[in-house]
């Protein structure tokens, strides 16, 4: 199975345009749309597909995100961030254009994220980001794209992962976790393809 974007490269950089935050002073809200992407070659007995995105590259402490003055240590460990996760895309879906899961921010994040019919959208991570902001905090849902702290030390990968499985539908309700998803998806999985970008807002890594 091959996955494809016409938007970026397998490990070259993500256009702004496809972030949620874009070079600024030090940063500025971006078109967050999502990518296109497109995937062939999925085995003949596919039943439907599921899409995540997932930053592995998220510093595991916060004491210097985006703080002036202050660099965050590129050997600091590092976690996963969610930007996407969506389920029970159709057996027969084998591309989405971009903007055609997200054309911009909602604060308070995304409640019925577009999707191909009969597709299910789970939490992104900018549900624990903006927790504790008054205009932000929510249930973010569907796509938001990248934005990493801007005095990372490290260039992120931003890693689209799409998966067959033998089963027409998971048992997953709108909001769902990567933990409950990992969990429907466990021993349904017939072959993964991944697509891996690149972004950064450190003037310092952008070149």
């Known amino acids: 199975m091959h996955l494809r974007s016409d938007n970026f490269r397998d490990g070259q950089p993500i256009p702004p345009a496809f972030a949620f935050g874009k070079p600024g002073d030090p940063v500025a809200l ?15 007995n596919t039943r439907s597909f599921v899409l995540t995105c997932i930053d592995v590259d998220v510093p595991s402490r916060g004491d210097d995100v985006n703080q002036a003055g202050r660099r965050v240590p590129a050997e600091l460990p590092r976690v996963e961030f969610v ?3 969506m389920a029970n895309i159709p057996a027969e879906c ?3 254009a971009a903007g055609a899961c997200s054309d911009g921010i909602v604060p308070r ?7 191909p019919p009969g597709s299910v959208q789970g939490l992104n991570d900018y549900t624990g980001w903006f927790a504790g902001d008054a205009e ?3 249930d973010y849902l569907g796509y938001d794209g990248p934005c990493p702290p801007w ?6 990968h931003y890693h689209f992962r799409i998966h067959a499985l033998d089963v027409a539908r998971l048992p997953l309700k709108p909001g769902f976790t990567l ?5 429907a998806m466990a021993g349904h999985v017939l072959a993964t393809a991944e697509l891996v970008g690149t972004y950064t807002l450190n003037p310092e890594l952008a070149g």
């Open 109 to 115: 994040g995304k409640r019925e994220p577009i999707g």
């Open 151 to 156: 005095n990372d030390s490290l260039l992120h």
């Open 94 to 96: 084998g591309e989405l």
């Open 136 to 138: 932000m905090a929510g």
């Open 83 to 85: 930007h996407w996760l």
């Open 30 to 44: 971006s078109d967050n749309l999502s990518p296109h992407l497109a995937w062939r070659e999925a085995p003949a």
């Open 179 to 183: 933990a409950e998803l990992r969990k």
